[in-house]
């Protein structure tokens, strides 16, 4: 027995030298240093933007049409402050985030060097990024019958349901504006070009118009 818990003890020794201790001299690196593109993008934008920058949850932000209208102070703009009453909250640490300034750069570099298509759209330019004049709601809805209502119904109450308050409260104009213009393909909404019609900045300024006028007061929401 006494040379069994002996043999045992021996075993246990061994097994224990075998087994690596962890590295303690191995570098800390602090969240406000991370400096590679694909490791910041993965933590602070895929969950809703997509692994690829394609869409997921909302507007693909490495899609070639919006890098397209889209310029590189305006996406700082987004990451920077976010859209106050909606979902996307500020990034920047001055915003209360976690994104340095250098971080926010490498970000924008990194979604424009990988997904952008300069020149892809010389041809044919889509509307630009931001509305040049007011909207008119009518006009909206007569663009939204004939381009739109096939898929969201002649009201926008289809089975893709898009003039609900429940929805129009949680998005602004611009990203009204912005969504009709590039489309969400992982979700088979196709770009502006893809309608009966290519549609004009008026035409997409007028639809906001209409969607934006679909919203209704919180007390109106709450009576029903």
Known sequence: MKYALLAVAAMLGVSSCETPSPRTDAPVVRPNEVADFSALYA???????????????????????????????????????GRPGTPMQ????????????????????????????????????PPPYRASQSGDADRGHNVFTASCSSCHGPDGHGAR????????????????????????PHLGMPDWRSHPKPLSDADVTNLVAWLASQRQPLSAQLSH
């Open 43 to 81: 933590q602070n934008c895929s969950g809703c933007h997509g692994a690829d920058g394609q869409g997921a949850l909302t507007v693909g932000i490495g899609s070639p049409v919006y890098l397209a209208i889209a310029d590189d102070a305006t996406i700082r703009q987004v990451i920077d402050q």
């Open 90 to 125: 500020g990034f920047a640490e001055k915003a209360g985030g976690m994104l340095t300034d250098a971080q926010i750069d490498i970000i924008i570099q990194g979604i424009r060097t990988r997904w952008a298509k300069p020149g892809a759209f010389e041809k044919d330019p």
């Open 161 to 184: 349901t898009i003039a609900e308050s429940s929805y129009l409260d949680l998005v602004s104009d611009q990203h009204l504006r912005t969504v009709i213009i590039t489309g969400m």
